[in-house]
């Protein structure tokens, strides 16, 4: 079985920023440490939206919710690298 991974290209995110030295530049909510992705993942795993609001305080529920909404349509699928080399193998 093949493992995929998601990945969300934030770049046309005004809620997302990516800053050198703040949390590795990871892509995080403005103004915030929180990880977008982290937001995604808590709404994926099931997590209601009002308990990820009081898990992080600092984003409101629509800032949550565009987060979440701007993730879901530019999620790009990855196939990891180890899984991309073809073998060709010679026929006589």
Excluded at 25 to 48: F, H, K, M, N, W
Aim: contains cysteine.
């Amino acid at each position: 079985m093949t493992r995929v991974d998601s990945y969300i290209d934030w770049a046309g995110c005004d809620l997302v920023e990516r800053i050198p030295g703040k949390v590795s530049g990871r892509p995080v909510a403005r103004g915030t440490r929180i990880l977008a992705d982290t937001i995604v993942q808590d709404a994926e795993l099931g997590s209601p939206l009002e308990e990820i609001q009081e898990n992080y305080p600092d984003l409101s529920l629509t800032a949550i919710q565009q987060l979440i909404s701007f993730a879901r349509s530019h999620r790009e699928q990855r196939v990891p690298r180890e899984f991309c080399s073809i073998t060709i193998h010679g026929t006589s």
